[in-house]
């Protein structure tokens, strides 16, 4: 049968306090949470922290608060667990972990993105707000 799965965009390892921080990782989540926070879905979902939160390829106490202010609105609906960290969902189309059964971070995230962003996040690297870094990264992963 033929089909298509939606586009899903994932990390290579664990973005937040101690993690890795892979460069491309960090800016994903932090396109992510900024560009949320400027929806419609942000209003919907109560997702309001405090200022701006640059795209910019580190780390920071801030991307960790910002983080735990996306996690804390999204909790009572989805069991994520609210520790500042986005984890690499596993596998090829899993939005809960195997673990816990919660549902992941970067899961919410690419959907709260897409709500009002689908044209967008169905090819994320032609998006010019989109860091050119982070879009070459996603250019070379097409499959």
């Not at 992510?32 to 997702?47: H, P, R, T, Y």
């Not at 202010?69 to 090829?92: K, L, W």
Request: charged letters at 15%.
């Amino acid at each position: 049968m033929a089909n298509r799965v939606e586009q899903f965009y994932n990390v290579d390892a664990a973005v937040g306090k101690g993690k890795q921080n892979i460069p491309e990782d960090v800016l994903l989540v932090r396109f992510f949470l900024s560009q949320i926070k400027g929806s419609g879905v942000a209003q919907v979902i109560g997702f309001n922290p405090p200022g701006s939160l640059p795209v910019v390829p580190a780390w920071d106490q801030q991307l960790t608060d910002w983080i735990i202010a996306f996690q804390s609105v999204m909790a009572p609906t989805t069991r994520v667990p609210v520790d500042g960290i986005v984890d690499s969902a596993r596998g090829t189309s899993s939005q809960r972990s195997t673990i816990t059964k919660s549902i992941y971070t970067i899961a919410l995230l690419n959907n709260a993105y897409r709500t009002n962003q689908k044209q967008s996040h169905a090819a994320l690297w032609l998006d010019p707000r989109v860091p050119p870094t982070l879009r070459k990264a996603l250019l070379d992963n097409v499959r």
